[in-house]
């Protein structure tokens, strides 16, 4: 995605493209599906040369989030980690290391035959999404 694509899905999205939020834009939508924290997409942007402030990564994830560009999906403890895809589909949560892994949306309760091979079913957590319709 060019920079001006990138800035106009963010004004699409009522998201003033500010120079912040276009270097947080290019890391998060390049193309490939990630989650991520405000601590690894400072890291990665700081690794590239670009220096945010760790606040300013807090922010700006928020942000999008509010604005529906990316999902906010609880992992262990209080740590917040931000998916880019936001299209339907489960979580593995790693209780050992955090990791967050994608499956495909499935109609029946996940069940070992769906792990990635290496993993066994530790707990299992549904929480489905409501609003109310009046
Ligand atoms: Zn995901």
Redesign the pocket.
């Known amino acids: 995605m060019t920079n001006e694509q990138l800035a106009q899905r963010l004004r699409d999205h009522d998201m003033r493209p500010t120079k912040q939020r276009l270097a947080i834009a290019a890391h998060l939508f390049d193309g490939t ?1 990630k ?1 991520v924290s405000a601590e690894s997409v400072y890291t990665t942007l700081k690794q590239a040369g670009i220096h945010l402030s760790i606040g300013t990564v807090y922010n700006s994830l928020r942000h999008f989030a509010d604005a529906g560009l990316l ?1 906010a ?1 609880p992992g262990l403890g209080d740590h917040l980690t931000y ?1 880019t ?1 936001i299209g339907a ?1 489960h ?1 593995l949560l790693d209780v050992d290391t955090g990791e ?1 892994i ?1 499956i495909p949306a499935l109609s029946q309760p996940v069940t070992s035959a769906d792990l990635p091979q290496g993993y066994e079913l530790e707990a299992v957590e549904i929480t489905y999404k409501v609003k109310r319709t009046s």
């Open positions: 599906d989650h999902r999906v998916d895809n589909h979580h967050i994608d």
